[in-house]
């Protein structure tokens, strides 16, 4: 047992901890539990409102997966990640105010939510609410699975027994504390990546001999290794370009993202967050991606891609620096999970139980049901990832990409578009999903369709359904009523 | 009739989105035009910029930067505060 790296991993767990019973604390005394539980009250500042998105967005494939890919690939892939700069500021210019000042009045709490408020339409809450459990739900096994991985391959423990302490770390903090601890950790995590990362840069840089070295090295060894079109030239442009729908723009359709674009608290910390979220993304994605690369002539031969990290900060720093650095991974890892958990509760307890199971909850029932949903679906999820598939990478970018096709155009349609209506809005999701699920299979057949990868199409086909049906069913300008309260 | 779509927040709303669409298409057009403009050609012709193959340092690394000081400028000179809540409800933090 290696126990100079696990201390700091400990300690990550330990302060996670605290921050998950000073959250609950700070709950008791606020009026709106929901509110509170599932938006932190709308009071985010700037640094944590930035910190939250990245480390939301920044999962297990942007620190072991993608990296990973990097060292196989070479800078094609550093490139590639480097579409996800764009997340940085778009979300947040994009939804922006309109969405902080109109969810406020709709006394949103969801993305759901909104959509219902919208829309006004039981069939497009019941559409999203299954499609965010279901895809929401493969995404959150597939970073439990990571994380499990992880603490493995440093410890001695088993497979089981690191997916149980992740799980019950995990779990604890978020029933608990709700929001305002994913939130206020997510920030702590944030900080720890992009520091882990800088560290691990510089030491490899070093290992290397300096970046010329590292660079003579890699052309030695094959020079396509430094081209954009990755190891056997097989990256085409329009493939890595595709990547901007995936994990650039396209992110706003994700709700778990999307939700955050609700939940500071004034124009200040949005201008704040957008400034610090484009430095934090951009410097984390830059560097962990060339880590990647430049691991290679370090540490060659390194088989199993998620490993290349922990192999790599092992090797070129002492250890407990090294424990300081996983630590990154982890709590990419987790500050992902935990705002996925929260979602898949919130879309079940929020979005259907009180909406249409009990809408006259009271204050007391409402609290139990929220803790007691986040943690039957921490605990199912756990279950699930004890014998779970293979494929981390793929079976998080199909949720991703799944999702965004579903929701990116009814977010900004019925944002932006006063005729959006919800035919639109139920074709744009059905033929999203769908054309989703159908390309992909094809795709994973017969190779990228036209060269792009899967999400390509079916945003563009949610696109045309969502405008055609709109405007086809029912020609009716919709505007946000800010005048009444009703 | 009332258009409560002209509540004037919702004017600089609008403006910001397509601003960040603007910032978005020209970060697209940096980060490709650096790496396929520069990185085409076969490697043994690259030249490099601190060690790295121009085309990255210029599409990946000076990309970053420029976004991140555009951020910058849009965010000091260009958007604009606003409130969130107006004046019922109270709920003013």
């Known amino acids: 047992m290696n126990w100079a790296v696990l201390g700091p991993l400990l300690g990550l767990l330990v302060i996670i901890f605290f921050i998950g019973i000073w959250s609950s604390r700070r709950m008791s005394d606020s009026s709106s539990f929901l509110s509170d539980y599932y938006l932190g009250n709308r009071q985010l500042g700037g640094l944590v409102l930035a910190m939250t998105m990245t480390a939301t967005y920044g999962s297990s494939s942007s620190f072991l997966g993608g990296p990973g890919a990097a060292y196989d690939i070479g800078l094609g892939w550093v490139l590639l990640a480097m579409s996800q700069v764009v997340t940085g500021y778009f979300v947040l210019l994009v939804l922006g105010k309109k969405f902080a000042i109109v969810t406020r009045k709709m006394n949103s709490v969801t993305l759901i939510d909104f959509l219902k408020e919208r829309y006004q339409s039981t069939t497009v809450v019941l559409l999203s609410a299954i499609s965010v459990v279901v895809f929401l739900f493969s995404a959150m096994a597939a970073q439990w699975i990571g994380g499990a991985h992880l603490i493995e391959s440093l410890t001695d423990l088993s497979y089981t027994g690191a997916l149980f302490i992740f799980a019950v770390a995990v779990l604890i903090y978020v029933i608990i504390g709700g929001f305002r601890a994913v939130a206020v950790t997510d920030a702590m995590q944030g900080i720890i990546m992009f520091i882990g990362t800088l560290i691990l840069l510089v030491a490899v840089v070093i290992a290397g001999g300096g970046v010329q070295n590292i660079f003579n090295d890699l052309v030695s060894e094959n020079p396509n290794l430094v081209t954009p079109f990755g190891n056997d030239g097989s990256l085409s442009a329009a493939y890595v370009s595709s990547f901007w729908i995936l994990v650039g723009v396209g992110v706003i359709g994700l709700p778990q993202v999307a939700v955050r674009a609700m939940s500071y608290s004034n124009s200040r910390s949005m201008h704040r967050a957008l400034v610090i979220g484009t430095i934090v993304v951009g410097l984390i994605m830059l560097n962990m991606h060339l880590i990647g690369v430049f691991a290679r002539p370090v540490l060659p031969g390194i088989e199993v891609a998620d490993q290349v990290i922990p192999l790599i900060a092992l090797e070129t720093l002492p250890s407990w620096v090294a424990g300081i650095v996983l630590a990154a991974p982890m709590a990419a890892i987790m500050s992902t999970v935990d705002s996925l958990l929260l979602l898949v509760s919130s879309a079940v307890v929020k979005d259907i139980y009180i909406n249409y199971v009990k809408p006259d909850a009271t204050y007391k029932h409402v609290k139990k049901v929220s803790i007691g949903f986040t943690a039957i679906i921490g605990i199912i999820v756990f279950v699930m990832s004890v014998n779970p598939p293979e494929l981390l990478i793929y079976l998080n970018l199909f949720a991703f990409g799944g999702l965004e096709a579903a929701f990116i155009w009814p977010v900004v349609f019925g944002l932006y578009w006063k005729y959006a209506n919800k035919f639109g809005a139920i074709s744009s999701m059905v033929v999203g999903i769908g054309s989703y699920i159908v390309i992909h299979l094809y795709n994973t057949a017969n190779g990228e369709l036209f060269g792009v990868h899967t999400v390509t199409f079916p945003v563009l086909f949610s696109l045309i359904a969502f405008v055609g049906f709109s405007l086809l069913f029912k020609r009716e300008p919709f505007y946000f009523s800010l005048k009444q309260a009703k | ?93």
């Open chain 2, 1 to 93: 009739m009332e258009r409560p779509d002209q509540d004037w927040r919702f004017k600089i709303a609008n403006r910001e989105a397509l601003i960040g669409c603007a910032l978005a298409v020209f970060n697209f057009i940096w980060w490709y035009g650096f790496a396929y403009g520069l990185g085409s050609k076969p490697p043994e012709e690259y030249t490099y910029v601190f060690g790295f193959p121009a085309w990255f340092f210029w599409s990946c690394i000076v990309g970053v930067l420029v976004m991140i000081v555009l951020v910058m400028v849009v965010t000091k000179f260009f958007l604009k505060d606003v409130p969130f809540d107006e004046d019922e409800e109270g709920n003013q933090s």
